[in-house]
């Protein structure tokens, strides 16, 4: 069955690594059935990620639906899923809290691929579901992920300083990070979802982006001196050029003080 692939695939891991494996260092998965987009997988897969960081393994997760109210990332760690295959869907829409969720006092490297997050419809509940929720410092790479159904898409709430790499990307909803951040996007759609919105904090560069018609670039929080670069970009299918921003074929929000840059 998948979880039993999975740890399968952590002892060969780790065999490699040590050539000392035992059957204590998996967890018991035979009895366990293949995700089926029902059952609650939230402890397993938690399981799965917490025994990866500890023995500083990449964790692979197979192709299926696997459902969580909430995992949490306490340290480094790699996941790595099928080509959007793997999808990891909340089991509650209608909630406040977070589909992955960073957390941990400390500065920390961690990176998603390859990766679905479906809201279940969470981006029409009355709360604010995030799909990743970033609260420590450290450098995150997300490549080749989905978000879907989330009225938050990536964001950060800690003063500790954040290296965001995005690339390969889709985005529906909101995407916002703090003054702290250091961010880029490459090649990422940003989509229209419950909210459409991109709240940069500090300079950012997108390059090879695009925009759904409706999409709005919030300026509010870009003070004098920071910039926002947009390389090769489009909005609704037309490239950004300073023109587009000026006649407001771009959807923007915000008196802006900084700079654009092309």
Request: glycine content about 8%; aromatic content about 10%; proline content about 1%.
């Amino acid at each position: 069955n998948a979880f039993l692939q999975l740890f399968e695939i952590i002892k060969a891991h780790q065999a490699k690594e040590d050539d000392e494996t035992t059957d204590d260092d998996t967890t018991d998965d035979k009895d366990q059935e293949e995700p089926d987009d029902t059952t609650d997988d939230t402890t397993r897969l938690q399981t799965a990620i917490n025994y990866c960081s500890s023995k500083k393994l990449d964790c692979y997760i197979p192709s299926g639906t696997y459902r969580v109210s909430k995992v949490s990332i306490t340290n480094s760690v790699n996941i790595i899923g099928e080509n959007n295959n793997t999808i990891i869907k909340s089991t509650d829409a209608n909630t406040e809290d977070s589909i992955i969720y960073i957390e941990n006092n400390g500065l920390y490297n961690s990176s998603i691929k390859n990766i679905t997050i479906d809201g279940n419809n969470g981006a029409c509940g009355d709360k604010g579901l995030r799909a990743i929720f970033i609260t420590t410092g450290g450098t995150y790479s997300f490549d080749n992920i989905k978000t879907e159904d989330v009225t938050y898409s990536i964001n950060t709430g800690t003063t500790e300083a954040v290296t965001l790499n995005v690339e390969d990307t889709t985005l529906e909803g909101w995407s916002s990070y703090g003054d702290t951040t250091t961010a880029s996007f490459k090649n990422v759609k940003f989509e229209c979802g419950k909210y459409a919105n991109l709240k940069a904090y500090t300079s950012t560069v997108l390059e090879g982006c695009s925009f759904e018609a409706g999409f709005m670039i919030d300026f509010e929080e870009i003070e004098a001196g920071e910039t926002l670069t947009f390389k090769n970009c489009t909005y609704n299918g037309q490239p950004m050029t300073e023109e587009s921003f000026i006649n407001g074929t771009v959807k923007i929000d915000g008196d802006f003080t900084g700079k654009i840059a092309f």
